[in-house]
């Protein structure tokens, strides 16, 4: 992460009273693997969360992802190679209730958006076939991060 630090706070409490604290939890995902999902004051708080090269994607660049994993309502080849490598961990309220596990991804997007605003996620919704573009979602949420390429 650049050397930037991350928080790492599990219990439901520290998320319930965590403000605009930046910070992140480990997640077990349904496919056994461990996940990270952060806050979204981790990215706007001004530290480099990607390593040199990379960066937090923009809406655009997310959306051509999401779409790319759909056509006709299937998943494409490039879906399922997404899909084999990002498990659906749904996502973490502010109240620290883990929610739509194996249902849900969703990853923090880089909108513009001033660090006071709400924060940009894009979600991919795999049990009913469905992508959820451009959700508004509380930066104090957990949300996962996927980085592209500069």
């Given at each position: 992460?650049?050397?930037?630090?991350?928080?790492?706070?599990?219990?439901?409490?520290?998320?319930?009273?965590?403000?605009?604290?930046?910070?992140?939890?480990?997640?077990?995902?349904?496919?056994?693997?461990?996940?990270?999902?952060?806050?979204?004051?981790?990215?706007?708080?001004?530290?480099?969360?990607?390593?040199?090269?990379?960066r937090?994607?923009?809406?655009?660049?997310?959306?051509?992802l999401?779409?790319?994993?759909?056509?006709?309502?299937?998943?494409?080849?490039?879906?399922?190679?997404?899909?084999?490598?990002?498990?659906m961990?749904?996502?973490?309220?502010?109240?620290?209730?883990f929610?739509?596990s194996?249902?849900?991804?969703?990853w923090?997007?880089?909108?513009?958006?001033?660090?006071?605003?709400?924060?940009?996620?894009?979600?991919l919704?795999?049990s009913?076939?469905?992508?959820?573009?451009?959700?508004?979602?509380?930066?104090?949420?957990?949300?996962?991060?996927?980085?592209?390429?500069?």
């Open positions: 992460m650049n050397g930037s630090t991350v928080d790492i706070k599990q219990a439901d409490a520290d998320w319930d009273n965590a403000g605009e604290a930046p910070m992140a939890c480990k997640v077990k995902g349904p496919d056994g693997l461990g996940y990270t999902l952060y806050t979204g004051f981790v990215f706007s708080d001004g530290r480099k969360l990607a390593p040199a090269g990379w937090i994607p923009t809406p655009e660049e997310s959306e051509a999401v779409a790319a994993c759909f056509a006709n309502g299937e998943l494409t080849a490039a879906g399922k190679e997404f899909l084999g490598s990002t498990a961990i749904g996502y973490r309220q502010n109240e620290g209730q929610i739509e194996g249902k849900v991804v969703s923090w997007v880089d909108a513009g958006a001033p660090s006071f605003m709400p924060g940009h996620t894009f979600q919704r795999v009913d076939k469905t992508m959820e573009t451009m959700i508004i979602s509380a930066r104090d949420e957990g949300h996962s991060i996927r980085l592209v390429r500069d």
